[in-house]
């Protein structure tokens, strides 16, 4: 038989359940809260009470939730999420600013693809305030499920384990292998991976997509993978270290054509094809899009028809859409 809860919490109450997991005890949730410790119980039991169920804990480390707790608290994050988005979007249409875009991106996206779409959305709407927060997937997914991101641009994860995100291709990128100008192998005209590997490299740590995709791509060649002199996906940081020593670094087609362009690096002449991968929008099934988002992702999608991709990749960009 169907149980039907039919409770009184308030966005008050779901606030509180959050301040109480984050502080990890109802003083801490007070004081953040601007409430007394006295006023924050009442508060939790009366939730409690609403629900039928224990939502937190007492031990020695602070107040823990339930299983109930740690269920509730993780809707109440959306709720208050989607909650914000929906005053904020009625301030901007009221005072003519436009709406706000929050995404985040991967290296691939970045140098190209992302700035492209910001700029050319700001063309016919200046108004529209793009927030853009830079990570990897690790991150980024988490924040897309809270609902503190729109979207993720950038190389899509190679599992389909989530089964609450959407994903839409917009292009197929491959990475390659860079050098600084001048390098001793900046002029070689042929060049196989077992040739690379006295040299020290810069490479994605070994929890990122890319990483693993690099590793395979020398074990294809019966190769074992290098191991990095340094793991890192900070742009500027790497950029410098090429600079200023002979390593070798693995960027994304679209970062290393741009950088090639500028004479900042030189691409050496071999693939890694098990790095073939599309770059598009990861986003959250169950949350439609703003206005602003949604122009935003039209405008991706016309930015990413007209961006080069490596001579070496052998399929074909695909779309699909995820709204």
């Known amino acids: 038989m169907d149980h039907l809860i039919d409770t009184h919490l308030t966005a008050s109450h779901l606030r509180l359940l959050v301040a109480i997991v984050e502080e990890h005890s109802l003083i801490g949730a007070a004081g953040r809260l601007s409430m007394t410790q006295p006023a924050v119980t009442k508060a939790l039991q009366a939730a409690e009470h609403q629900l039928g169920v224990p939502l937190f804990t007492r031990t020695s480390s602070g107040m823990v939730p339930t299983i109930y707790g740690d269920a509730l608290v993780a809707r109440a994050r959306v709720v208050l999420s989607q909650l914000k988005n929906a005053v904020q979007e009625i301030n901007d249409l009221r005072e003519g600013t436009g709406g706000r875009v929050a995404v985040g991106t991967l290296l691939a996206a970045s140098p190209i693809l992302l700035p492209r779409a910001i ?172 206005p602003a988002v949604d122009l935003f992702v039209s405008t991706l999608r016309a930015v990413a028809k007209g961006i080069p991709v490596s001579p070496h990749l052998h399929i074909p960009a695909s779309n699909g859409s995820p709204k």
Not at 214 to 230: G, M, Y
Request: hydrophobic share 45%.
């Open 119 to 290: 700029a050319q959305i700001h063309e016919k709407w200046r108004n529209i305030v793009v927030s853009v927060v830079e990570g990897t997937n690790d991150l980024l997914l988490p924040a897309v499920r809270r609902g503190d991101l729109d979207l993720v641009v950038g190389r899509l994860p190679d599992t389909t384990e989530h089964g609450d995100f959407l994903h839409e291709v917009l292009l197929v990128d491959m990475a390659c292998v860079v050098v600084r100008p001048g390098h001793p192998l900046a002029d070689s005209r042929e060049l196989k991976l077992a040739d690379l590997l006295e040299w020290n490299w810069v490479l994605p740590p070994q929890e990122t997509t890319l990483r693993h995709q690099i590793d395979q791509s020398f074990r294809r060649e019966d190769v074992n993978p290098p191991v990095p002199a340094v793991e890192s996906v900070c742009l500027s940081v790497n950029r410098t270290l090429l600079m200023l020593t002979d390593y070798l670094s693995v960027w994304p087609w679209q970062v290393a054509c741009r950088a090639a362009e500028a004479n900042g690096v030189v691409i050496l002449p071999i693939a890694l094809p098990a790095t073939e991968g599309p770059i598009g929008i990861t986003a959250r099934r169950d949350a439609p899009f703003s």
